[in-house]
T-cell receptor, first 115, second 113 residues
Framework: EAGVAQSPRYKIIEKRQSVAFWCNPI?????LYWYQQILGQGPKLLIQ????????DSQLPKDRFSAERLKGVDSTLKIQPAKLEDSAVYLC?????????????FGPGTRLTVT | GENVEQHPSTLSVQEGDSAVIKCTYS??????FPWYKQELGKGPQLIID?????GEKKDQRIAVTLNKTAKHFSLHITETQPEDSAVYFC????????????FGQGTELSVKP
């Protein structure tokens, strides 16, 4: 089966600019996650969707980050305006169901550099 | 909330030796503990996992042990090969958080031929 697709793979922007990332999960996966991975650290969950509804966005900096999952399939994550500390890899993952033990499949990530 | 600590941050072994990575967690309600391998430029990939009702699980050269009382779990890789070189992450999932994973800081494993 096709894996989780993400684009772009790399993005360089200046601080205060905006940027958007796109994710296409594995077909049939109801749950979608966006993680932020700062260099040298483990991934940190930003937001979790179940179909097209948000189930956990407690770690999302809502003053500058937004995400949506229209029609319960593709998802976009936006940052506006970007700060230097937003430089990280943004990983999208999906799982068949929302439950402990449901394997999460990760995409290759988008590496964002904010200058 | 859950907190996961992982050690060591870097590990270098000779090909054929064993490697052990250890993690501790804070929330006794956590019940699912996966291990991910991340190669350069790629997303994390699940290599093995263990649930709280099991003490040990093995898959070929990889094994994971869980001590619920002490709240720690470990990854064991035997007969290491150069292709095992990567960053390894442990994680814990809280039962009431619907699959939310809390990751450790990662261990960079280097296997020298």
């Amino acid at each position: 089966e096709a894996g989780v697709a993400q684009s772009p793979r790399y993005k360089i922007i200046e601080k205060r600019q905006s940027v958007a990332f796109w994710c296409n999960p594995i077909s049939g996966h109801a749950t979608l996650y966006w993680y932020q991975q700062i260099l040298g650290q483990g991934p940190k969950l930003l937001i979790q969707f179940q179909n097209n509804g948000v189930v956990d966005d407690s770690q999302l900096p809502k003053d500058r980050f937004s995400a949506e999952r229209l029609k319960g399939v593709d998802s976009t994550l936006k940052i506006q305006p970007a700060k230097l500390e937003d430089s990280a890899v943004y990983l999208c993952a999906s799982s068949y169901r929302r439950a402990p033990g449901a394997e999460q499949y990760f995409g290759p990530g988008t590496r964002l550099t904010v200058t | 909330g859950e907190n996961v600590e992982q050690h060591p941050s870097t590990l270098s072994v000779q090909e054929g030796d064993s490697a052990v990575i250890k993690c501790t967690y804070s929330d006794s309600a956590s019940n699912y503990f996966p291990w991910y391998k991340q190669e350069l430029g790629k997303g994390p990939q699940l290599i093995i996992d263990i649930r709280s009702n099991v003490g040990e699980k093995k898959d070929q050269r990889i094994a994971v042990t869980l001590n619920k009382t002490a709240k720690h779990f470990s990854l064991h890789i035997t007969e290491t090969q150069p292709e095992d070189s990567a960053v390894y992450f442990c994680a814990a999932s809280e039962y009431n958080q619907g699959g939310k994973l809390i990751f450790g800081q990662g261990t960079e494993l280097s296997v020298k031929p």
